[in-house]
């Protein structure tokens, strides 16, 4: 396993308060999914141009709908062909239409 890139202390300061901007976004996204004020479709269509949503795992996504948990999230994945590891950017043309069928209209 390679070792870690050193970092200098500032680097690693930096890196930390990036890390932490980040997932606090992401915590924002998932409660506006969960509230209804962002639809799927709205967060689908901007995956490709924001990194942020486009890094987050479709799991998590999911699971931030109302009435989705952990298994009936896992158990769609499964039966569309999504990877428990895939982001939403990486998801391809059919599964992403396939989503849409099934939670296009939660929210917003």
């Known amino acids: 396993m390679p070792l870690p890139p050193s970092l200098t202390v500032e680097q690693r300061q930096a890196a930390l308060a990036k890390a932490g901007v980040v997932r606090r976004e992401r915590a924002e996204i998932k409660a506006r999914l969960k509230m209804g004020s962002l639809s799927f479709n709205e967060l689908l269509n901007t995956a490709d141009d924001d990194d942020i949503i486009g890094k987050m795992k479709v799991a998590s996504v999911l699971t931030s709908l109302p009435g989705v948990g952990k298994v009936k999230a896992k158990r769609t994945m499964e039966e569309i062909g999504i990877s ?23 929210s917003a």
């Open 84 to 106: 428990d590891s895939r982001r939403l950017r990486g998801l391809g043309s059919q599964q992403r239409g396939a989503l849409l069928d099934l939670f296009g209209s939660a």
